[in-house]
T-cell receptor, first 109, second 114 residues
């Protein structure tokens, strides 16, 4: 699976949108972009995934660039409970989910 | 919403003892996994299980580890002779297998080897 690069940490003000970037410049055509998060030693939680179209669900939106080399996870109105480590993972069908270092998002009051 | 359930939430064991960590995956899921996370480190893949056999394992998953699905609901991880470095959070996960849906993780078992 393609390597992904994320900033190690970010801050966001409560109530504002949190925009978490991810670079996956070597992603191949059959690899999806997945986002998970881990809130303080809890089990990782699936957020969203996409191939090339932008996706939205009740948790977040995923914006994938046209060339698919990068993406952004958007939490539209971040709350203190969104403080977590966010993982961007490029994953092909049948491959194993593996976690990198992620972005530690701190939502501040 | 369906959950993956792990028990116990915390286990303390003496070095050299055997431990069994238990998981009840989501009932209609077909793929099962164990991951671990040593304190302050990344979440690491250990093993995947499908159709009653191991489908993939990492180099961490050596001979002291084994997995079993003894009945239709439980999925267990056994560590035969625990070492201090086995102290970690152990997460079970399951996936339905249909399409590319997300993995659902349990809340983990904190294993402390003393």
């Amino acid at each position: 699976d393609a390597k992904t690069t994320q900033p190690p940490s970010m801050d966001c003000a409560e109530g504002r949108a949190a925009n978490l970037p991810c670079n996956h410049s070597t992603i191949s055509g059959n690899e999806y972009v997945y986002w998970y998060r881990q809130i303080h030693s809890q089990g990782p939680q699936y957020i969203i995934h996409g191939l090339k179209n932008n996706e939205t669900n009740e948790m977040a939106s995923l914006i994938i660039t046209e060339d698919r080399k990068s993406s952004t996870l958007i939490l539209p109105h971040a709350t203190l409970r969104d403080t977590a480590v966010y993982y961007c993972i490029a994953l092909g069908a049948g491959n194993m989910l593996t976690f990198g270092g992620g972005t530690r998002l701190m939502v501040k009051p | 919403e369906p959950e993956v359930t792990q028990t116990p939430s915390h286990q303390v064991t003496q070095m050299g003892q055997e431990v069994i960590l238990r998981c009840v995956p989501i009932s209609n899921h077909l793929y099962f996994y164990w991951y671990r996370q040593i304190l302050g480190q990344k979440v690491e893949f250990l093993v995947s299980f499908y159709n009653n056999e191991i489908s993939e394992k990492s180099e961490i998953f050596d001979d002291q580890f084994s997995v079993e699905r003894p009945d239709g609901s439980n999925f267990t991880l056994k560590i035969r002779s625990t070492k201090l470095e086995d102290s970690a959070m152990y997460f079970c996960a399951s996936r339905s297998g249909r399409g590319l849906g997300g993995y659902t993780f349990g809340s983990g078992t904190r294993l402390t080897v003393v």
